[in-house]
């Protein structure tokens, strides 16, 4: 029974891992690029959906909250590429990561200027509500995290295979300027991956507020996520769920079974192991280059 | 413009490709050395930190810089010199010069032996492996317990050199030329390798792996050397740190040290010594340059003790926002710049360095 | 004991055959050409040779030795040395540098005699730049020796490639289509230095090319590749006439424009 709770809950963070996964995939599978302020901008949604709905602020009805910092955080996502990496655009992978890294701290230090550097919680109707299934005590915002999450990853990985639109942002990630000669808007498709990768970011954030207190540094999560996406392979959806689940299953299966100081090191460990042993990944999207 | 008459092969590997520019750097280095006599301890305190971040600067230039190999952990290696460090001065009672040596070479070996893992991963997988190391080191040195001190930490005992006291707070004059010299040789050996083959050999892994492979490169033993090299060199910078902050525990060494190392390097401008010291001085100047803008700003509108946390990392993220988005190629870039463009004078075109549009072919060809 | 030796070199990507049961050998001295339609495989033979791929089955042997245990980055030290069909080069260091590289399996000093720069590595690196200059001298590069290859017109860069090439002294030199995309004048330039590195530099030359004038000009022996298999091998004049190179690559009317 014990167990079963940690898996519950294990299964509940790692969601949110693997939606933070989901969006560094999104962007890497479209772009190319690999953005390392997603946590950040996770953070940013959590912090956005409070600043709205919480009474001490704004005060807004939950929901209306909800949709507010999912469509605010697209459009910073949105207004990022806009302004900043279509600038870099065609530079290296380097250049990016660089680049997003620099996003996270300014975002970081916006958040905590706006918000301080307190935890706070989320207001939500959700938290603190307990389900009785069978001799099973489950939290309702841990079964909306996992429902969220599923319905997500399943709608994004049918938008990649069956959509016109999908299509053409894998297209343009592999060649630019092949996909420029068949006529796919790049530009466009960047600025409208990073919102997607915005409104993925804001629901994780609603979702890990929804679990417990955040502040600024709540983003640094992000390289946890990281973990997730890498284990799962980095182009690879259901992949990027798939890690984050098992990190989220193995931090405390760590922490109880050896010990707690171990709980922190065992989804890097992890990482690194499926590195060295695969090192592109589980589900590996990398070909030799040919000369 | 200047030409430069060459007229032997000694011209080409020499330290200064002209007196004038030999003269320049004896000028600087004189004015380093002069630079206790004029500033308070806090100010030559604050040099000193400058100086350290060059010498790791310069360690993971020679990585990400020159070998073309990104490494967002090497907070891992400063926290390894300097757990090392005094380690082998508090438990083996080894003096200073003998336990700062080995404390290099032991994070030099540490990194050989993460490099051959390494070797397999590129660009942005190794970059996140080795930030995965540098969050991984804050747990090791509390798991690490009875060797570490774990989150009480270690003090840094007192160096001594031949009999002179070296000590942070006591004579931080004497530990601000330490740092001096260390950086000078370190500076030294870095040009030596640049202007030998191994030097050569880093730029063309970083270049084109398969033609440095075709020339004769060893991929493997090419990158291990330049993982050991930049490792050695953070080490005996992590040892310094050590005896800068004094005490130390598992917080000192964050991941936020690894990241703010590599975007350090970036300002001052990958693939180049200078660059290390540009960055370095920029990290530098930046706290103070806020501490001052806070005191005019209070100063004009009252309202004191305006503290704002996280205002540096915030300002230094913006400044390389802007470093990336308009002078990709950092300080050193800028500077060689402005350098052809008075050469040229007035014969410069407006476009003469304007970058060339490029697209990006999928990097998942490897 | 030819220099080197293809023996029943067979590769598959995938399902598609890229080499089948391929055998040819090059002799001391001469300059061998490899030519045929594109997707014939000659760049794939290439890159055998230079250790990037590895064989099904077969056997690579230089100087009578195999040379399928080595790693990719052992053959330049036998003697082989290469060029790429698109341009390899180190973008950000300058002609100098880049040849500098060839040197490479020549260097002697280790680690840490090079950190200290002592009077020995001085002396080598003296000795590898009158040997890089010898070769800027034979292909007339003094012009760009100091500048950086990512601003340099396009010959200029084919040419640095088989400077950096001829940098490690080799025996035997990889030519990959050393003329496309050059200029009639430049080809005609490349012709005259691939037929001075055979008679100066005293190295064998196996090279792809498209160009038939160019092959025609320069080769004692051309072997014709199409699909992975070997179509006929002889002297520029017997391929050109043979039937099968006709019926098979050049179109059936072309015999005679060729």
Known sequence: MDSLQLIVSGLANGCVYGLIALGFVLIYKATEQVNFAQGDMMMLGAFTALGLANDSHLGLPFWVACIGAVVIVAAVGWLLERTVLRRVFGQSQLAVVILTIALGFVLRFVAGTIWGHDPLTLESPIAGVNVRLGGLVLGLDEIAVVLVTLLLTAALFAFFRRTKLGVAMQASSQNQLAAYYMGIPVKRIHGFTWALAGATAAVAGILFASKGSIDPNTGLLGIKAFAAAVIGGFGSLPGALAGGLVVGLIEPFAARYVASGYSQVAPYALMLVVLILRPHGILSQVHGKKV | MRVQLKTSYHHDIRLFPDARRALRFAGLVALAIALPFGLDDFLIGEATNVLIWAIAGMGLMVLTGHAGQPSLGHAAFLAAGCYVNAILMERFGLPFLASFTLAGIVTGLAGVLIAIPALRLHGIYLAIATLALSVLTEDIIVLAEPWTGGVVGLVAPTITIAGVEVDRYGSPDRFYWLCLAVALLVTLGYRNVLRASLGRAFVAVRDSEVSAQAMGVNLARTKAAAFGLSCMVTGWAGALMGHFFFTFNHEVFTIVISIQLLLMIVIGGLGSIQGAWYGAIVVGIVPQAINVARDWVTGAFGGGGLAIPGIEAGIFGLILVFFILFEPLGIHGRIMKWRVWFDLFPLCRRDMFRRQKSYLRTERMR | MSLLEVRDVSLRFGGVTALDRVSFSVERGE????????????????????????????????????????????????????????????????????????????????????????????????????????????????????????????????????????????????????????????????????????????????????????????????????????????????????????EAWLGADAGEAA
């Open chain 3, 31 to 246: 300059v061998f050409a490899i030519v045929g339609p594109n997707g014939a495989g000659k760049s794939t033979l290439f890159n055998l040779i230079s250790r990037f791929c590895e064989p099904a089955q077969g056997e690579v042997r230089f100087e009578g030795e195999s040379i399928l245990g080595r790693p990719a980055s052992g053959i330049a030290a036998l003697g082989i040395a290469r060029t790429f069909q698109n341009i390899e080069l180190f973008e950000h260091s300058t002609v100098l540098e880049n040849l500098l590289v060839g040197r490479h399996v020549r260097r002697r000093a280790d680690i840490v005699s090079q950190i200290v720069f002592t009077p020995a590595v001085r002396r080598e690196e003296i000795a590898h730049r009158a040997a890089v200059e010898r070769v800027i001298d034979f292909l007339d590069l003094q012009p760009y020796r100091e500048q950086r290859i990512a601003g340099l017109p396009y010959g200029v860069r084919k040419m640095v490639e088989v400077g950096r090439a001829l940098s490690i002294e080799p025996k035997l030199i990889l030519l990959d289509e050393p003329a496309s995309g050059l200029s009639p004048e430049e080809t005609t330039d490349m012709r005259f230095r691939i037929d001075d590195i055979r008679k100066r530099m005293g190295a064998t030359v196996l090279m792809v090319e498209h160009d038939m004038g160019l092959v025609t000009a320069v080769s004692d022996r051309v072997l014709v590749l199409a699909d992975g298999q070997v179509v006929t091998a002889g002297t520029p004049d017997e391929v050109r006439t043979h039937p099968k190179v006709i």
